[in-house]
């Protein structure tokens, strides 16, 4: 049963326009979230978290968005560059487990 | 900072054969993951330490999988006998515990025959 679900397998952006990668999660206990990027051949890499207590969190290009009663976050890329093209992940953790349960990852590809 | 450092970046073994994977965990943390990515599970979580105890091993597919710590600066991932269903990228990965982000290695990429 997979807690974190990133339903979209791929998404192709034009380089310059808004990349948006979806992630849905079904256990309410969950209150700490990142997002991962990772390149072939590579491990995951940390790009940007969010808490439960808020419902935004930016970093440069990158914004992470929390709608809590949706179950549901969001990262925002803007502008996509090329070199964004990657795979994302997005993982969840409840406070005091300390384990972190990872989506099936989303393909972007920014497209010069 | 070396970062985690995982042997071999290659692995490919014949079914039956034993498989052990190693893992150097970034000094000073004190947690540590072994994951599994595959197309349809994307990266599943196999087992978790915390100050070298396992605490979570739920993850673990089958008794044919096992895991240890003998110490803070390193990690093995055993599967005996090894299944062509094994065959996939696995990683490690560390933090300073309490919730921190994850470092991850560049993982081991195992083909079982």
């Known amino acids: 049963d997979q807690q974190v679900k990133q339903n979209s397998p791929s998404l192709s952006v034009q380089e310059g326009r808004i990349s948006i990668l979806n992630c849905d999660y079904t256990?309410?206990?969950?209150?700490?979230f990142l997002w991962y990027k990772k390149y072939p051949a590579e491990g995951p890499t940390f790009l940007i978290s969010i808490s439960s207590i808020k419902d935004k969190n930016e970093d440069g290009r990158f914004t992470v968005f929390l709608n809590k009663s949706a179950k549901h976050l969001s990262l925002h890329i803007v502008p996509s560059q090329p070199g964004d093209s990657a795979v994302y992940f997005c993982?969840?953790?409840?406070?005091?487990?300390?384990?972190?349960?990872f989506g099936t990852g989303t393909r972007l590809k920014v497209l010069a | 900072d070396a970062g985690v450092i995982q042997s071999p970046r290659h692995e490919v073994t014949e079914m039956g054969q034993e498989v052990t994977l190693r893992c150097k965990p970034i000094?000073?943390?004190?947690?540590l993951f072994w994951y599994r990515q595959t197309m349809m599970r994307g990266l599943e979580l196999l087992i978790y330490?915390?100050?070298?105890?396992?605490?979570?091993d739920s993850g673990m597919p089958e008794d044919r999988f096992s895991a240890k710590m003998p110490n803070a600066s390193f990690s093995t991932l055993k599967i005996q006998p090894s299944e062509p269903r094994d065959s996939a990228v696995y990683f490690c990965?560390?933090?300073?515990?309490?919730?921190?982000?994850?470092?991850f290695g560049s993982g081991t990429q195992l083909s079982v025959l």
């Open positions: 330490f915390n100050n070298n105890v396992p605490i979570d």
């Open positions: 990965a560390s933090s300073r515990g309490g919730g921190e982000k994850l470092f």
């Open positions: 256990n309410s206990m969950f209150d700490y």
């Open positions: 993982a969840a953790s409840e406070r005091g487990t300390y384990k972190y349960i």
């Open positions: 000094s000073g943390h004190n947690s």
